[in-house]
């Protein structure tokens, strides 16, 4: 097939050729002296995406979902109250792990389409005076909707009621994205992954946790082996792992937290919201369709599910773009199943590439027999990119000192060259 492979799924995420490059090593020994510095090189370097002094960061070879198993059994124990709100099919995922490690989960029902509800997580937390709720569960970013969640909200709810629970935040599709504050929110738990804003290959679970995540591991109950965080500890403390490390992937990190250092984590951000807000005018100005996000507050710099006129299968769509056109959407998950489809706008990603997939559904739309104005989605994208100022990291000659407002990285292993 000629052509590129247009991968615009939300994840796995497209790897620059920089981290390709960065990836292709030969082996070696994770035994020797040399290594401890790669070590320490990523785990300074995920502080600074997590935005944390406090807390630790964690690598394990698995995927986000090890993650999540992770956060739970090394804190809690059978029976243990959790709080948790439905609102996609990545929150309840996370439920249904809980529900199957034993934990007694209170869910919350909401709308898919909507986020974490505040309210209600005050109102819940404020009337458990007995403080049975060991756990918050939250999904920063529900990938399968396009809905981001207020965590600094929930902290709040978490101290209008005094509550001790931990806050445990899914940023599996939000880190390196969306703004991410672990310190500040005082997160606990946050568990995120290697191919979504990290743009690497699936196979690292990404994990950070704070002190007091970590001093609940001696009374609690859950089993645990591979996941076990004191054997993480301390191996990672003289720059070793308790097993055999993915190494390239390991290489392939350090090349990613370069890349977001050199960009600016503040700059990466604000690039994700320049160019959602892009696809968002495609959606809403030039197709006249909705997201399925209900409302502003909610819609997510990473992802936009967009929905399908009554009678229009999202899956023909989906695969009259792939099969035709050589374009990867996402599809909808569960319940929005055949409702939708999604584009992924996270990671590596500029305006002429997003522009191939907002002309790519398009097409794929308008053999489906969507009645969109033939050549509004790029319209009215490229009118919103025209008009605002592009984040520096969209400028090919960058912008002259001292109009630079990243965060530059502290750590000179990482910083820009
Ligand atoms: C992708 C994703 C996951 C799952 O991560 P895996 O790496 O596939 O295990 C979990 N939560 C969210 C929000 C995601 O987007």
Same mark, same amino acid.
């Given at each position: 097939?000629?052509?590129?492979?247009?991968?615009?799924?939300?994840?796995?995420?497209?790897?620059?050729?920089?981290?390709?490059?960065?990836?292709?090593?030969?082996?070696?020994?994770?035994?020797?002296?040399?290594?401890?510095?790669?070590?320490?090189?990523?785990?300074?370097?995920?502080?600074?995406?997590?935005?944390?002094?406090?807390?630790?960061?964690?690598?394990?070879?698995?995927?986000?979902?090890?993650?999540?198993?992770?956060?739970?059994?090394?804190?809690?124990?059978?029976?243990?109250?959790?709080?948790?709100?439905?609102?996609?099919?990545?929150?309840?995922?996370?439920?249904?792990?809980?529900?199957?490690?034993?934990?007694?989960?209170?869910?919350?029902?909401?709308?898919?389409?909507?986020?974490?509800?505040?309210?209600?997580?005050?109102?819940?937390?404020?009337?458990?005076?007995?403080?049975?709720?060991?756990?918050?569960?939250?999904?920063?970013?529900?990938?399968?909707?396009?809905?981001?969640?207020?965590?600094?909200?929930?902290?709040?709810?978490?101290?209008?009621?005094?509550?001790?629970?931990?806050?445990?935040?899914?940023?599996?599709?939000?880190?390196?994205?969306?703004?991410?504050?672990?310190?500040?929110?005082?997160?606990?738990?946050?568990?995120?992954?290697?191919?979504?804003?990290?743009?690497?290959?699936?196979?690292?679970?990404?994990?950070?946790?704070?002190?007091?995540?970590?001093?609940?591991?001696?009374?609690?109950?859950?089993?645990?082996?591979?996941?076990?965080?004191?054997?993480?500890?301390?191996?990672?403390?003289?720059?070793?792992?308790?097993?055999?490390?993915?190494?390239?992937?390991?290489?392939?990190? #350090?090349?990613?937290?370069?890349?977001?250092?050199?960009?600016?984590?503040?700059?990466?951000?604000?690039?994700?919201?320049?160019?959602?807000?892009?696809?968002?005018?495609?959606?809403?100005?030039?197709?006249?369709?909705?997201?399925?996000?209900?409302?502003?507050?909610?819609?997510?710099?990473?992802?936009?599910?967009?929905?399908?006129?009554?009678?229009?299968?999202?899956?023909?769509?989906?695969?009259?773009?792939?099969?035709?056109?050589?374009?990867?959407?996402?599809?909808?998950?569960?319940?929005?199943?055949?409702?939708?489809?999604? #584009?992924?706008?996270?990671?590596?990603?500029?305006?002429?590439?997003?522009?191939?997939? #907002?002309?790519?559904?398009?097409?794929?739309?308008?053999?489906?027999?969507?009645?969109?104005?033939?050549?509004?989605?790029?319209?009215?994208?490229?009118?919103?990119?025209?008009?605002?100022?592009?984040?520096?990291?969209?400028?090919?000659?960058?912008?002259?000192?001292?109009?630079?407002?990243?965060?530059?990285?502290?750590?000179?292993?990482?910083?820009?060259?």
């Amino acid at each position: 097939m000629a052509g590129r492979n247009f991968l615009f799924v939300p994840g796995p995420t497209n790897v620059p050729e920089r981290i390709q490059r960065a990836m292709m090593v030969s082996m070696e020994d994770h035994r020797s002296p040399r290594f401890p510095q790669l070590t320490h090189t990523i785990m300074a370097g995920l502080r600074e995406v997590f935005r944390t002094q406090a807390g630790t960061p964690f690598i394990f070879p698995s995927s986000g979902t090890g993650c999540w198993e992770a956060a739970l059994t090394n804190t809690l124990s059978p029976g243990d109250k959790v709080l948790a709100a439905r609102f996609g099919q990545f929150s309840h995922l996370w439920i249904d792990m809980c529900e199957r490690l034993g934990l007694d989960v209170q869910i919350v029902e909401c709308e898919w389409g909507t986020g974490v509800p505040l309210q209600q997580y005050e109102d819940i937390l404020k009337a458990d005076t007995q403080h049975q709720i060991k756990a918050v569960l939250v999904c920063h970013n529900e990938t399968a909707t396009g809905v981001t969640s207020d965590i600094a909200g929930v902290r709040e709810a978490l101290d209008e009621a005094a509550h001790p629970a931990l806050l445990f935040v899914d940023c599996v599709s939000s880190l390196g994205c969306i703004d991410f504050r672990f310190d500040d929110w005082r997160i606990d738990m946050a568990v995120s992954g290697s191919q979504k804003g990290l743009m690497l290959p699936a196979g690292l679970g990404i994990l950070c946790a704070s002190p007091k995540a970590l001093a609940m591991y001696p009374s609690s109950k859950l089993k645990r082996a591979y996941f076990d965080l004191p054997d993480m500890i301390q191996s990672n403390a003289t720059g070793y792992f308790p097993y055999t490390p993915a190494l390239p992937l390991m290489y392939g990190l #350090i090349e990613s937290l370069k890349m977001i250092s050199e960009e600016g984590l503040d700059n990466v951000i604000a690039r994700h919201h320049y160019l959602a807000e892009g696809v968002r005018a495609a959606v809403t100005q030039g197709w006249q369709l909705k997201l399925c996000a209900k409302e502003k507050r909610w819609h997510s710099d990473t992802v936009s599910a967009v929905m399908l006129p009554e009678g229009i299968a999202g899956t023909e769509v989906i695969a009259r773009a792939y099969q035709r056109y050589n374009l990867s959407l996402g599809g909808g998950l569960s319940k929005v199943a055949g409702k939708l489809f999604r #584009i992924g706008h996270l990671g590596d990603m500029n305006e002429i590439h997003l522009m191939a997939a #907002i002309n790519g559904a398009e097409m794929a739309m308008l053999d489906c027999g969507v009645k969109v104005q033939p050549g509004s989605g790029a319209a009215a994208a490229g009118h919103y990119w025209r008009t605002h100022e592009a984040p520096s990291g969209l400028c090919a000659v960058p912008k002259p000192q001292g109009t630079h407002s990243g965060t530059s990285s502290t750590n000179p292993a990482l910083a820009a060259s």
